[in-house]
């Protein structure tokens, strides 16, 4: 009787060791000496989100004044021939692609700052970017600048000096991540209020053109505003994905971090600085587009449910909700255009909140 | 060994100072002529340590005597105004600070988890220091992560998130990323804060088991004094920012130190388990007639 018994026991035991041991939540592969992480839930986020995002951008392109088959389009996008090609190709690509990039950017950047500030509620406009790159903007263009084409530039100019004079003021033996935040929206009201004073003080035109730029809008833009945007995106790529691997390490609170032999200093600086320059540019290109960045790490990360944001997911989603805000802008009361941004945070907004509502745990605010 | 003159100082002929190793242990980590400031406060001033390896170090002393922050500057969380801490003999500040996390492990007094992590995930950061970005899972790491949730009995907890758990639990999952960092040198800075008693003395005979049978080197702040004669092999007394005393908590720990050192009347009794010092507050009845005595003869009374 006893022996059965012991032999049963025996193997047992065995499956417990063979299992290799890895964080919860994450797949492994290893070859050699090298291996990698894979969590699986941010995976099947990512997949699922890249798969709506390219639906979002094949209706977008069907969808205009007149109806075009998705067929044309996916010939089109192939470069195959089709007598949709002037439409799509030449009129609704141009804004979509733009769309993609900007709304894949904010969405990176707020995620970024965010981890910076240690704030779920941080954005380009609370640390100055949106509202430097606003003012610079506006005042250029009510002082009579003329040249149009110099505006996107300026708007970088503006965002990123903004950005650095808060960094450098919320500076002291370290950057405290309260001090950010509060010197961020001290120099955020500040600059509105430039931006206004700019705008009565400006003639008339030039005030109405600078609150069309401040509403931020995809209307009347293409490829002379995604071509740069498309290079300054690809310049900016590696330090994203240098970011991508120290943003998990700045999760952690100061002293824990600098314990596990992290630089934190200069993680946080890069960080801050990939995350100011994609802002920077993405409102460049468009102007303002509200919430994207604010809503899009949150959501991202509540859908993968990990500790840090996942920026390619949230990349992803900052593009889908542009990509969706900018058709329902064109369509809901076509032939009226409705600015993009007013779309993206009329998307965004109840869905964040129907996700915190929901309160699971990877859901806590 | 370099001629100090810290009251502690390991010299060869071991002589009436108070020093705590008969042997003179070598000293992995060691300061010297510390001075630290807080902006224009100075709160440690001109301090020489040596830690001695292999051995659970305990600093104690009254509130804002330095011992935290003497702790922090160890871990090169705080940068001296003067001097140096050293590290195998090399200045901290010098030493790259990845190659630091390999050899010294910290706890700082209240670490903040990110939002949602769970015990695994938090447990596995401490291998940050082992990492590459193509070496983000190696078998080392799964072999430290491991054995860090079985020493300290957590790999139960792995999938459950940080925030859901009992203080004693977390303090342990904390205690179990700084092992998996596995560093021949731990600082904990008084880890038994905000835990009951029970979760207290759980901590700190993990910490004593991780010494004993690891040989992991510990530096310990701790509040309680009679914690840290139990726990210690080398007590570090403080007191505005200088070491007053320090050895064998056997020999550092009397009624004059305690008088030096908090300003509080005490007697120094044989702990009844251990049989180390056990300090009792209060003057003896002999020396204050007036209240401290009355309190005992009442308690007498109300016992049958």
Partial sequence: MTAPDAVGETPREAPGREAPVRPPGYGLVRRGRASFLLHRRSAAVTAALAAALAAAVVASLCLGETATAPTEVVRVLLGLPSPEELVVGTLRLPRVVLGLMVGAALGVAGGLIQTVARNPLASPEIIGVTHGAAALTVGAMTFGLTSYALLPYLSVAGGMLAAALVYVFAWRRGLSAARFVLIGLGFSVALRSLTQLFMTKGDFLAAQQAQVWLTGSLNGRGWEQAGPLGWALLAVLPAVLWCARAQRQAALDDDTATALGVRLGRVRLGLAATGVVLASVATGAAGPVDFVALLSPQIARRLTRTAQIPLLATALLGAFVVTLGDLLARRLLAPVELPVGVLTAAIGAPYLVWLIARGRTGGRP | ?304
């Avoid at chain 2, 040198?185 to 700190?204: G, K, M, N, R």
């Fill in chain 2, 1 to 304: 060994m370099t001629d100090t003159t810290s009251p502690g100082g390991t010299t060869a002929d071991g002589g009436p100072d108070r020093t705590g190793a008969p042997d003179a242990p070598a000293s992995r980590l060691s300061a010297r002529g510390l001075t630290l400031a807080y902006e224009s406060r100075t709160v440690v001033d001109g301090l020489d340590l040596d830690v001695p390896d292999g051995r659970v170090t305990v600093v104690v002393g009254p509130n804002a005597c330095g011992k935290s922050t003497l702790l922090r500057a160890l871990g090169r969380l705080l940068r001296p105004r003067r001097g140096a801490v050293l590290l195998d003999g090399r200045e901290l500040d010098r030493v790259p600070t990845r190659a630091v996390a390999r050899s010294l492990g910290l706890l700082p007094q209240a670490p903040v988890a990110p939002e949602a992590i769970t015990v695994g995930n938090l447990v596995a950061r401490g291998r940050q220091p082992h990492q590459r970005w193509w070496q983000q899972w190696s078998e080392a790491d799964e072999r430290a992560v491991t054995d860090a949730m079985d020493s300290t009995g957590v790999t139960g907890l792995a999938d459950r998130a940080v925030d859901e758990l009992s203080g004693g639990q977390r303090q342990r999952v904390w205690i179990a990323m700084a092992l998996a960092q596995e560093t021949e040198l731990l600082l904990l800075d008084e880890p038994t804060t905000y835990l009951d008693i029970a979760h207290q003395v759980e901590v700190l005979d993990l910490v004593r088991r991780l010494n004993r049978e690891r040989g992991r080197t510990v530096v310990m702040v701790l509040h309680d004094l009679n914690q840290a004669a139990r726990y210690a092999d080398h007590l570090v007394a403080m007191r505005e920012g200088r070491i007053v005393a320090q050895g064998p908590p056997g020999r550092a720990v009397t009624a004059d130190l305690v008088r030096e050192v908090f300003g509080l009347e005490a007697v120094v009794v044989p702990d009844p388990v251990t049989g180390g010092p056990l300090v009792v507050p209060g003057a003896p009845a002999s020396a204050s007639a007036a209240a401290p005595a009355t309190v005992p003869v009442n308690i007498r009374k109300a016992t049958p």
